[in-house]
């Protein structure tokens, strides 16, 4: 149990301290598997306020290099696989911080190339894998944040003027 606890504070440490990319983006993969495999995470909350904590920063950070565009995508996957796998009760209070993070990529413009051509910073697709694993656990607080119902939901349109 002690070395289980290790592996995954050595983890998070590389997520939020690695000068590396690639060691960031694959210990950031790896987050919803340990989350999955070791019980660690059911015991202690601390510990998995730390990994979604590490998640955050990890998508948070501006990279210099902007070769590799998919930062934020890793992120978003690895956050649908953490909602299908952690209890209810225990992704709860992150879960608008989640929603918020959806929000900010999908409202981001494209980015224009040439006279034909646009760019999106992000894959959608990773945004989508990330709300349709949502949409099974949490389906009830999307459709309250999202309804149409809800005036003061950020991008509809109120019918009622």
Known sequence: MKNERKIIEEILKLINFSKALQVRKQCVELVPHLIKHLREFDSDETLFDKAIKSIFSFMGKKEKDKKDDNIKGVGFISL??????AKQKTLEPYIDRIFDLIDAEIKKPAIRIN???YHKPIRNTDVLLCIRDLAKNYGHIFERRYSARNPMTPGTINHSQ
């Open 80 to 85: 649908g696989k953490i909602s299908l796998l």
């Open 115 to 117: 006279k034909d051509q």
